[in-house]
């Protein structure tokens, strides 16, 4: 029983602090770092593919316009997406190193030159064109980005906290100290990162995101499929139900293989070519999740006209963060945790969304997203833009609100008769 015990409690805090600090820093690494770079590249993919499936003269003639130089606008866009995994390698040793005290910038730095040591043939580089590599510097990269990202921080404190570093004289600017502190841990991260690159070069003759790719292949591929996107959209709502920000734990996870199958999306419109990226991140962020987690929407504007003093002051006070898809004053006010009446359409308006996401994309009656964008861009503003233009995208965000109005609509009722009896019952007993 001791034993269970102590199982129990090792393994509660191995998850609090996996949830608490790599995820995080996972997060923080594609939101701060990565996004701002994804979302530059993506105007330049924009110009170049303009929304055509509108039929208007100015459209056309963009169109025509950019076909002979096609290539040469395409050029920020594929330095930008294509060197995506680099600043995640960056950001996440750089967020964990904020965490622990240590150096952000030789950190990050450390976790960039050994990711990027990883990519190359363990060959006569001299002959290895930069175009073969770039496509491991952005999506294809990002597991081995990630490793590269966690691992650097651990290194770099094991070394600082034995004092295994060069130490200068106080007279040394610090500038110059931070460097020789810095270099014994990116020295052992350089030789980490090559050796085990020459390995897996001499054994297989591929590199080592090259590598990952075809172990995790299975993966990417069940990632892209409706039951997994199900499974994700259960599992956010359940720990919303909880009182835990679903959407966190669940991307901190997912975000890898959501962001390389819309990797995948960008360059296949790059080179005209079919999208095949379904479940991306803005299949939830965009298209599922309207008005923030759970699809509220709807709920928000029930509240707004309910006879209920207290859901009609939510409300109105949730409407401004819900037009920029923020709704925890709907999920803690109403509240939506732990409320038996409505966790249930809090869980099945956001499954039905899924469903009809998936279908709409699978058989292209919808554009499948193509582009990323902050999470706080206003509904329909944000599928017109993440499809690339396809006006269909805001039928869709339109119909999934409807529908999940549909849904919270009875259990809302419930749930404000239930109020309404308690509200009057107070003004009784005051009277």
Same mark, same amino acid.
């Not at 990883?118 to 491991?136: R, W």
């Not at 110059?176 to 020295?187: C, D, K, N, Q």
């Not at 987690?293 to 928000?300: D, E, I, K, N, R």
């Given at each position: 029983?001791?034993?269970?015990?102590?199982?129990?409690?090792?393994?509660?805090?191995?998850?609090?602090?996996?949830?608490?600090?790599?995820?995080?820093?996972?997060?923080?690494? !594609?939101?701060?770092?990565? /996004?701002?770079?994804?979302?530059?590249?993506?105007?330049?993919?924009?110009?170049?593919?303009?929304? *055509?499936?509108?039929?208007?003269?100015?459209?056309?003639?963009?169109?025509?316009?950019?076909?002979?130089?096609?290539?040469?606008?395409?050029?920020?866009?594929?330095?930008? %997406?294509?060197?995506?995994?680099?600043? =995640?390698?960056?950001?996440?040793?750089?967020?964990?190193?904020?965490?622990?005290?240590?150096?952000?910038?030789?950190?990050?730095?450390?976790?960039?030159?050994?990711?990027?040591?990883?990519?190359?043939?363990? *060959?006569?580089?001299?002959?290895?064109? %930069?175009?073969?590599?770039?496509?491991?510097?952005?999506?294809?990269?990002?597991?081995?980005?990630?490793?590269?990202?966690?691992?650097?921080?651990?290194?770099?404190?094991?070394?600082?906290?034995?004092?295994? =570093?060069?130490?200068?004289?106080?007279?040394?600017?610090?500038?110059?100290?931070?460097?020789?502190?810095?270099?014994?841990?990116? %020295?052992?991260?350089?030789?980490?990162?090559?050796?085990?690159?020459?390995?897996?070069?001499?054994?297989?003759?591929?590199? /080592?995101?090259?590598?990952?790719?075809?172990?995790?292949?299975?993966?990417?591929?069940?990632?892209?499929?409706?039951?997994?996107?199900?499974?994700?959209?259960?599992?956010?709502?359940?720990?919303?139900?909880?009182?835990?920000?679903?959407?966190?734990?669940?991307?901190?996870?997912?975000?890898?293989?959501?962001?390389?199958? /819309?990797?995948?999306?960008?360059?296949?419109?790059?080179?005209?070519?079919?999208? *095949?990226?379904?479940?991306?991140?803005?299949? !939830?962020? =965009?298209?599922?999740?309207?008005?923030?987690?759970?699809?509220?929407?709807?709920?928000?504007?029930?509240?707004?006209?309910?006879?209920?003093?207290?859901?009609?002051?939510?409300?109105?006070?949730?409407?401004?963060?819900?037009? !920029?898809?923020?709704?925890?004053?709907?999920?803690?006010?109403?509240?939506?945790?732990?409320?038996?009446?409505?966790?249930?359409?809090?869980? /099945?308006?956001?499954?039905?969304?899924?469903?009809?996401?998936?279908?709409?994309?699978?058989?292209?009656?919808?554009?499948?997203?193509?582009?990323?964008?902050?999470?706080? =861009?206003?509904?329909?503003?944000?599928?017109?833009?993440?499809?690339?233009?396809?006006?269909?995208?805001?039928?869709?965000?339109?119909?999934?609100?409807?529908?999940?109005?549909?849904?919270?609509?009875?259990?809302?009722?419930?749930?404000?008769?239930?109020?309404?009896?308690?509200?009057?019952?107070?003004?009784?007993?005051?009277?």
């Amino acid at each position: 029983m001791l034993f269970r015990k102590l199982l129990l409690v090792v393994f509660q805090q191995l998850i609090d602090t996996i949830q608490n600090v790599y995820l995080q820093a996972i997060r923080d690494a !594609f939101s701060s770092f990565a /996004l701002p770079v994804i979302l530059t590249g993506a105007i330049f993919l924009i110009i170049a593919n303009p929304p *055509t499936g509108i039929n208007w003269a100015p459209i056309i003639a963009w169109e025509n316009a950019v076909k002979p130089i096609m290539a040469q606008i395409l050029i920020p866009f594929n330095l930008t %997406f294509g060197v995506m995994a680099l600043m =995640v390698a960056f950001g996440t040793a750089y967020s964990l190193a904020s965490r622990w005290d240590l150096d952000e910038s030789m950190t990050g730095l450390t976790a960039m030159l050994a990711f990027l040591i990883s990519c190359f043939p363990a *060959t006569d580089i001299t002959k290895i064109s %930069f175009g073969e590599v770039l496509n491991y510097l952005g999506g294809q990269g990002l597991f081995i980005a990630i490793i590269f990202g966690i691992i650097t921080p651990i290194v770099v404190r094991f070394f600082n906290k034995r004092g295994l =570093v060069i130490k200068m004289p106080e007279q040394v600017p610090p500038y110059v100290v931070r460097s020789f502190i810095a270099l014994i841990p990116m %020295f052992t991260m350089i030789i980490l990162a090559w050796g085990t690159e020459w390995i897996v070069w001499s054994r297989y003759q591929i590199t /080592l995101p090259q590598l990952v790719i075809q172990i995790f292949q299975p993966l990417v591929v069940a990632s892209n499929s409706y039951p997994a996107a199900i499974a994700e959209t259960i599992l956010m709502m359940l720990l919303w139900s909880l009182g835990i920000h679903g959407m966190n734990v669940v991307s901190s996870i997912a975000y890898p293989f959501w962001m390389s199958q /819309l990797a995948a999306n960008a360059e296949a419109a790059a080179s005209g070519a079919e999208l *095949t990226g379904i479940i991306t991140e803005p299949f !939830f962020h =965009v298209f599922t999740h309207l008005g923030g987690s759970g699809l509220t929407w709807p709920l928000v504007i029930m509240f707004m006209f309910s006879a209920s003093v207290q859901l009609k002051t939510i409300g109105r006070a949730s409407l401004v963060p819900s037009v !920029f898809n923020i709704n925890e004053p709907v999920i803690f006010g109403a509240p939506i945790v732990l409320n038996p009446i409505l966790m249930i359409p809090f869980m /099945l308006a956001p499954i039905a969304a899924v469903t009809i996401n998936y279908i709409a994309f699978a058989t292209n009656i919808v554009a499948k997203p193509l582009l990323q964008l902050p999470f706080t =861009v206003p509904v329909f503003l944000s599928g017109f833009i993440s499809s690339s233009g396809d006006w269909k995208a805001i039928v869709l965000q339109l119909v999934n609100i409807v529908v999940a109005g549909i849904i919270y609509y009875p259990f809302f009722k419930m749930y404000e008769k239930q109020l309404i009896n308690s509200e009057q019952e107070g003004v009784v007993a005051n009277e």
